[in-house]
């Protein structure tokens, strides 16, 4: 077989594995990849604001560490786990999420306000949809 035969099947190949991921996305069947550290998923889902960051912080919080409620602190610790640095104001971030309908209040723990996130929020991570931008 020649070069650009196998090249060309390479490519073939290449392309149906990238088909099937973008299915099972779709439908909803692709959940993050159990190896798949939090710094690699948020980077995987490129966020383009603080908001959007802070979804699938807390998505990857909830989905692969089983914390279902969370506090700015929670929120801003797993920011200095995927190396980035968390906005000024954490707290205006979650109300901006409360706004696009993608947390709810959960009660308090102590002082620390507890959110949650809402079915919206999970929907929305999970159709790879961001509903704009901050």
């Known amino acids: 077989m020649s070069d650009s035969a196998e090249n060309l099947e390479e490519q073939v190949e290449e392309l149906k594995q990238r088909v099937t991921e973008i299915e099972n996305r779709l439908d909803g069947t692709e959940q993050p990849t159990a ?29 692969q560490r089983g914390i279902d409620e969370f506090t700015v602190g929670d929120i801003e610790d797993a920011y200095r786990e995927c190396r980035v640095q ?7 971030v979650l109300g901006r999420m409360e706004d696009r309908d993608w947390v709810l ?24 949809s961001n509903n704009g931008s901050e």
């Open 86 to 92: 968390p906005a000024g104001n954490m707290s205006d």
């Open 105 to 128: 209040r959960a009660g308090t723990d102590g002082r620390a306000q507890l959110w949650k996130l809402t079915a919206t929020a999970l929907k929305t991570v999970e159709e790879g």
């Open 35 to 63: 190896g798949a550290n939090l710094r690699e998923f948020v980077e995987e889902n490129d966020p383009s604001s603080h908001t959007e960051r802070s979804l699938y912080i807390a998505y990857y919080l909830e989905t």
